[in-house]
């Protein structure tokens, strides 16, 4: 069979930083940090995690409400940033009632807000008689994938992958596979997340969550440094629209960037710790898919969410493939860990140095531990050509996945 | 509470929970073509209400012969009414 090639002709983005792909790289550039000190979580027994890097300056209600009263907040970043990539792919109705546009959009889990609401007043006295209706379509495992749809009336088929920060990376490549095969010529995919105590606290449990830096939290999470201490969560939405090369070229879209490789493993050793060998065995997988060898690859965006562990384990991996030839750098130190939505955030950013030939260093690493010390860090905004970058995402649950995208045209 | 109280309430509740322009919320107002209310929403609607005036009315019949906002209003004014007696 015949594979289609996949390209991507639009991007959205809701982060900490704003609305839109623009905002983003202007901070990122600038060398700015989206995480802030949030004082409510002082108030919750036990967290120690006192910082996060939240979503401001968007307006949802851009959204109708008709449209709006199903959604949970990561519903409406993902409804946002999927508007903004259709548009910027030149996208209308005729293309979202066409059947062959879908959407593979998924989250960690469904509402973590909402499920709080309901059962702080359900739990009070059992009673059920103040239960909205639209309850359900904020906590359904598909929230944001049905929610984007039912807004831009697209008719294709829905896919909710759900595997925590390897999500979006997932829905992306199903995405494309599903294109490359020719069942849809074009999809709108990504992740996104909201902010809530319990994603916090489930890094706190473990020992790696970031506690050091709650009264500095522009110096924290700090991927690859000594000083690191572990992950700032965040939230957002980065959406794709990955459409078929063939439809792309039909219909004169302007092309940001061609996939050109994609997978995903699971990892069986350990629910919760990284394994170096099999991140390494999941960035060979992805070369294999792209039928490219690692010296064709310019730089590497690494996962590097500021864990112990993790940071260790992606470095080592990185460099048994790509020695310390390729730049590698990590946006974890800028705007935190999105979860479900941080693969495709950096996915945008990604394509956007591409574009640009620039790449982005990580923030905040001052000082490289010696133990992630072999490859080579980017330290500073680099003026450079980049034309293929391959992009990692690690999950809880031993969920590993990595893209590898090309200039198009080279 | 006085009927305009009552009419009061109502419209307020229904204009914050349905984000509803107050300038459209006449009684004769139809609740699913004047006011773009749907089956959905319905179910809140009376939920709002019962929060509202401290009663349950979700299983009487009359709530589904309610067509105008106006009905509403006669309706929960008639239902204060009997809870006062």
């Known amino acids: 069979m015949q594979l289609k090639r996949v390209v991507i002709t639009g991007m959205g983005v809701v982060s900490p930083f704003g609305r839109g792909v623009d905002s983003l790289m202007e901070a990122l550039v600038a060398g700015r940090s989206g995480v802030v000190t949030v004082p409510e979580l002082a108030e919750i027994k036990g967290m120690r995690s006192l910082v996060a890097a939240l979503v401001s300056g968007i307006d949802p209600k851009e959204i109708p409400r008709k449209f709006r009263r199903s959604m949970s907040s990561m519903s409406v970043f993902a409804t946002l940033a999927s508007h903004d990539a259709a548009a910027q792919a030149g996208l209308n109705e005729t293309h979202f009632t066409s059947g062959r546009m879908g959407v593979s959009i998924g989250s960690t889990v469904g509402s973590p807000r909402t499920m709080e609401e309901f059962f702080k007043d359900y739990l009070a006295d059992q009673s059920l008689e103040r239960m909205k209706s639209t309850l359900f379509f904020h906590i359904m495992n598909h929230s944001c994938a049905a929610n984007v749809a039912q807004t831009l009336g697209i008719t294709g088929r829905i896919l909710a992958p759900a595997a925590a920060c390897s999500t979006s990376c997932q829905a992306v490549g199903y995405a494309a596979e599903m294109i490359a095969m020719g069942k849809q010529d074009m999809m709108l995919c990504g992740g996104a997340d909201e902010f809530h105590p319990l994603t916090a606290a489930t890094f706190d449990i473990m020992n790696a969550a970031s506690i050091n830096f709650n009264d500095r939290p522009a110096k924290t999470p700090r991927p690859f440094d000594r000083d690191r201490d572990g992950v700032v969560c965040a939230e957002g939405s980065g959406i794709l629209l990955l459409e078929s090369l063939d439809s792309a070229l039909g219909r004169n879209a302007d092309i940001l960037a061609e996939l050109i490789g994609f997978a995903t493993i699971s990892d069986p050793a350990s629910i919760a710790n990284p394994n170096s060998a099999s991140i390494e065995e999941c960035m060979r997988a992805a070369l294999a898919d792209a039928a490219i060898p690692a010296a064709e690859i310019d730089y590497v965006n690494a996962h590097a969410t500021a864990t112990e562990l993790g940071d260790i384990a992606e470095s080592e991996a990185i460099f048994r493939i790509f020695g310390d030839r390729v730049p590698t750098s990590s946006l974890k130190g800028h705007m935190g860990h999105a979860m479900a939505a941080s693969g495709t955030l950096e996915l945008a950013a990604s394509i956007e140095m591409m574009r640009r030939g620039i790449l982005i260093p990580t923030l905040n690493l001052d000082h490289i531990d010696p133990s992630c010390g072999s490859i080579r860090h980017v330290r500073e905004v680099t003026p450079r050509p980049v034309t293929t970058v391959i992009k990692n995402n690690f999950a809880l649950g031993g969920v590993n996945s990595s893209i590898i995208l090309r200039r198009y045209p080279q | ?85």
């Open chain 2, 1 to 85: 509470m006085t009927d305009q109280e009552i009419v009061s309430t109502i419209n307020s509740s229904l204009a914050e929970e349905f984000e509803l322009n107050p300038e459209h919320m006449v009684p004769e107002a139809i609740i699913y073509e004047d006011l773009g209310l749907d089956s959905l929403d319905i179910v809140d609607l009376v939920i709002v209400l019962e929060s509202a005036f401290g009663f349950k009315i979700r299983e009487e019949a009359a709530v589904r012969q309610i067509r105008t906002l106006g009905d509403i209003h006669s309706f929960v004014i008639g239902k204060k009414r009997e809870m006062e007696h």
